[in-house]
């Protein structure tokens, strides 16, 4: 599974409003398929969105230095 840097959270903000005018547009035109597509893109485009905004609310984790065992 894919996992988006928190980074990358405007980037994909820029998704949804691009996403957002071309699903009005295929409203407009009456592109059923079309519009069906950018739901189900969107879904994942937000689903992928909470992911890496849970990412940046954990905390890192300190596994400590590996040493040999005695």
Known sequence: ???VNP???PRLDELEKD???R???AEEEQWL???EGIEL???FLRTKQADAARLTRRAPVDLGIPRPRR
Request: charged share 30%.
């Open 41 to 43: 893109t969107l879904t």
């Open 33 to 35: 398929g079309e519009i």
């Open 23 to 25: 699903r009005k547009r």
């Open 1 to 3: 599974m894919l996992q």
């Open 7 to 9: 980074k990358m959270l």
């Open 19 to 21: 996403l957002l005018l």
